[in-house]
């Protein structure tokens, strides 16, 4: 059984930081690739930052030098670091991984950013 299973979301100033922590289960971790989306009230669901199996990754245009992703193979988690956070950002999270042609996602994370 196939679990993902975020953590770190929260409620947080504009200009702050979070990280947010995705846990997974079931799949063969270090040969997934793991990403992050995010979807605001009444727009879909975007992807904000993905990293491969080898470490490459690849984000969102307005999230750039803002978040990091990153993974570690040893304790098979994904991380998004989150800084100088804005009200834009505020979203619920969601963790994908993306494997042998399999795509499971997490229950997601709410990320609130006030102004």
């Known amino acids: 059984q196939v679990q993902l299973v975020e953590s770190g979301g929260g409620l947080v100033q504009a200009g702050g930081s979070l990280r947010l922590s995705c846990v997974a289960s079931g799949i063969i971790f270090k040969f997934t690739a793991m990403g992050w989306y995010r979807q605001a009230p009444e727009k879909q669901r975007e992807l904000v930052a993905r990293i491969g199996p080898s470490g490459a990754t690849n984000y969102l245009d307005s999230a750039k030098g803002r978040f990091t992703v990153s993974r570690d193979n040893a304790k098979n988690t994904v991380y998004l670091q989150m800084n100088s956070l804005k009200p834009e950002d505020t979203a619920v999270y969601y963790c994908?991984?993306?494997?042998?042609?399999?795509?499971?996602w997490g229950q997601g994370t709410q990320v609130t950013v006030s102004s």
């Open positions: 994908n991984s993306e494997g042998l042609g399999l795509v499971y």
